[in-house]
């Protein structure tokens, strides 16, 4: 069992958001807090396509999840919401995995104009499994450095972003931890 599952929704390694979801994970480990990863890329595609139900590595990611005691979600945005892959391994989880879980959803993007990405798409997507959903953070790629240790380059934005951990940690019970 994970106090935290960070999931990832980006069909790349060395995304952006990514980044941000690592640098965060580390950050909880730092702390002390148990991670537990799940990544799109880790699920075969055949799986993820055919919609297989039975498929070990989902069956392993849905018990990372349904153990978690908080979860995040973040996947960069395309065509005006998450990936596509992400929402096939959606669809083959348990209806409410996420039930009565905080949730914390990230998101990454080209332009500001996608920022409502995060509300119209990924929010919904998180409700539908039953999580709690927490304001969330938008970042844009011009915000993130993929090749430094701290790859968010906004101070306003890294500051944002330990608000929102801060707030998933006092919805899981676990209060001060950052910064």
């Known amino acids: 069992m994970h106090d935290i599952v960070i999931i990832s929704g980006s069909p790349s390694a060395d995304s952006r958001s990514q980044k941000v979801l690592s640098y965060i994970g580390a950050r909880f480990n730092e ?7 799940i990544s799109v890329r880790d699920i075969s595609a055949e ?3 055919l919609g297989n139900f039975n498929s070990p590595e989902v069956n392993d990611a849905a018990e990372k999840i349904r153990s978690a005691k908080g979860i995040i979600v973040g996947s960069p945005v395309y065509k005006a919401a998450y ?3 992400l929402k096939s391994l959606f669809d083959i989880l348990p209806q409410d995995i996420m039930k009565d879980k905080p949730v914390l959803p990230v998101m990454s993007g080209g332009s500001i104009s996608h920022l409502l990405a995060l509300e119209y798409a990924l929010k919904p997507l998180i409700s539908t499994l039953k999580g709690t959903t927490l304001k969330g953070v938008y970042y844009l790629d011009s915000q993130i450095d993929k090749t430094s240790a701290i790859p968010i ?3 306003e934005l ?3 972003t ?3 951990v801060e707030e998933l ?3 899981m019970g676990i209060e001060g931890v950052f910064p």
């Open 169 to 171: 940690l006092g919805k």
């Open 153 to 155: 380059q906004d101070e």
């Open 47 to 49: 799986d993820l396509m």
């Open 162 to 164: 330990e608000v929102q």
């Open 158 to 160: 890294i500051q944002r």
């Open 83 to 85: 990936s596509g892959v």
């Open 31 to 37: 702390k002390g807090l148990s991670i537990g990863h």
